[in-house]
């Protein structure tokens, strides 16, 4: 008989009526359905929980009928995801039964791909589905101070294959970046839920604090972030769940700096606002914490958050560049390219013997990372017009990260890293 399906199976069928059913597979009807749905899932605008909750049950009896084939249950999975937590703002309430569901479609997504799915996706990867299905559920844990629980979730994650061993390599080179008690400030779900598994359930670097920037534009998040001392703001419990989306015009943000650098200071540095017209509730409440903390315990960011998600701290005004981290600094263009190069010396090189992260395209993504830590200290050394050490940092970059080891993410990054090497190379021969 055909693969063992998981036991969270959605539907009620024996297994003489499936081998009944099996021979109509291959139907034309079958995929003119399945084609329906998928294309449904693909084109949903707002958050339609009913529908979700429909497209659930149609892909529920398609992959009944189908049960080989791994997009169907990737769809199904997707489905059930969303009906549970179709925005972020429904996850406190989400439902552990349903998040199983979504995780066991997922997993047979994953058996029937043989580890490395081809199908059609929707944002992510069935890993990266698994990692967010579980670590969600952890968080509506972790808010109710449960931690035994978030623990247990996020062990399922690992339990179903959502843990990468060389990505978790990379997520605590990102915490070994940040000082004792200080602030990571992350973007994406991979960062959120990755650290959330070293910290938690690895009990590694539990001192830095970690937030959600994706989170913070959620009513829940920043409220219970805020509850448990691990976000401190410089407004009322009140006031932070009356902040919306705020109108704006560029203009400078100024900081008082507390940190005993610098003296007694204000640090500013000019913000652009979202459209052209509003910051964001998250950029609001990064900006109260920023003002709150006044540089006494150290705030970094992952190096590859875009700019307006941080305030447009960069290089050029007061963030740092650590390698895989930017650290908000009171002294404007802190960063110095000998450090940069030791710590680029620090990164870990990738194994032959674990390519499997290669069958997630998410984990290829975020593992790119360590070569455009190598392409921005580059970058440094050009702008300070050390065109030698600008070559010598790309050719390490190469020996240490071969294409073969680690693929580029897309032809698009893979096109912009040859030109910026061809760039490098130009100017050290002109000059």
Request: charged fraction near 20%; glycine fraction near 4%.
């Amino acid at each position: 008989m055909f693969l063992q399906i998981k036991k969270y199976f959605l539907g009620i069928i024996s297994l003489v009526s499936l081998q009944n059913i099996f021979a109509q597979t291959d139907s034309i009807e079958w995929h003119q359905s399945f084609d329906k749905a998928k294309s449904v899932m693909k084109n949903i605008s707002g958050q339609n929980a009913t529908l979700y909750n429909q497209l659930s049950g149609q892909l529920d009896s398609l992959c009944i009928q189908n049960p080989s084939n791994p997009e169907a249950w990737y769809f199904l999975g997707s489905a059930i995801d969303r009906y549970n937590t179709s925005t972020g703002e429904e996850i406190p309430a989400s439902s552990l039964e349903l998040a199983q569901k979504a995780s066991a479609a997922f997993s047979n997504c994953l058996d029937f791909s043989k580890g490395k799915y081809q199908g059609d996706i929707l944002l992510f990867d069935p890993h990266t589905k698994i990692l967010s299905v579980w670590g969600t559920q952890a968080f509506k844990y972790l808010v109710r101070n449960d931690k035994d629980s978030a623990v247990w979730c996020l062990q399922q994650a690992e339990a179903n294959g959502a843990i990468n061993q060389t990505v978790k390599g990379y997520f605590q080179q990102v915490l070994d970046e940040c000082s004792p008690d200080s602030y990571l400030f992350t973007n994406g779900d991979l960062y959120m839920y990755y650290l959330a598994y070293i910290q938690y359930v690895l009990q590694y670097r539990q001192d830095v604090h970690c937030i959600s920037l994706n989170f913070l534009n959620t009513q829940w998040y920043p409220q219970a972030m805020n509850k448990l001392n691990i976000l401190p703001l410089n407004i009322s419990q009140d006031s932070l769940s009356k902040i919306g989306n705020t109108a704006w015009k560029t203009q400078n943000i100024a900081l008082q700096n507390l940190s005993g650098m610098q003296g007694d200071s204000v640090v500013a540095w000019n913000v652009k606002p979202t459209n052209d017209k509003f910051l964001l509730r998250s950029d609001i409440i990064l900006k109260s914490f920023l003002e709150k903390n006044a540089f006494q315990k150290n705030v970094y960011f992952p190096a590859d958050v875009p700019e307006n998600m941080r305030l447009f701290l960069n290089i050029n005004n007061y963030a740092q560049l650590c390698g895989l981290t930017l650290k908000i600094d009171p002294e404007k263009n802190s960063t110095k390219l000998s450090f940069l190069q030791n710590r680029l010396a620090q990164l870990n090189e990738l194994s032959a013997e674990d390519s499997a992260f290669t069958d997630n395209k998410d984990n290829i993504q975020v593992l790119n990372n360590y070569r455009f830590a190598y392409t921005a200290a580059a970058s440094l050394a050009l702008q300070q017009n050390q065109y030698a050490a600008a070559q010598d940092i790309i050719s390490y970059e190469e020996k240490k990260y071969p294409e073969n080891m680690l693929p580029f993410y897309a032809d698009v990054t893979k096109n912009w890293f040859a030109n910026f090497k061809q760039k490098v190379m130009d100017t050290v021969v002109n000059k």
